[in-house]
């Protein structure tokens, strides 16, 4: 059983900025891709950013240009760097890792942003 533990949510200011993590029990490489999914309050999850085995990275629209995911091999980690954070960008962030047709989540952590 795949486990993927996040962490860095919390309550910030809109402008602000903030870093999510999140460490999977087996090697990043050993996936297809990993990613970071939102689900706010009434809406349905989406994708936010996601990054494959090779390194292509693609993102939602409306985080273009403010939000990066990347990974760092040595710690086995995936971030999602998210600046100038809005208050629509309040939500629960989850981590997923996905292998062929399996898709695993993370716990997921909450991320408000104030106005």
């Known amino acids: 059983q795949v486990q993927l533990v996040e962490s860095g949510g919390g309550l910030v200011q809109a402008g602000g900025s903030l870093r999510l993590s999140c460490a999977p029990s087996r090697s990043i490489f050993s996936f297809n891709a990993m990613g970071w999914y939102r689900r706010a309050p009434g809406k349905q999850r989406e994708l936010v950013a996601r990054?494959?085995?090779?390194?292509?990275?693609n993102y939602a629209d409306s985080v273009k240009g403010r939000f990066t995911i990347s990974r760092d091999n040595a710690k086995n980690t995936v971030y999602l760097q998210m600046n100038s954070l809005k208050p629509e960008d309040t939500a629960v962030y989850y981590c997923?890792?996905?292998?062929?047709?399996?898709?695993?989540w993370g716990q997921g952590t909450q991320v408000t942003v104030s106005s």
């Open positions: 997923n890792a996905l292998f062929v047709t399996d898709n695993y």
């Open positions: 990054i494959t085995s090779g390194g292509s990275t």
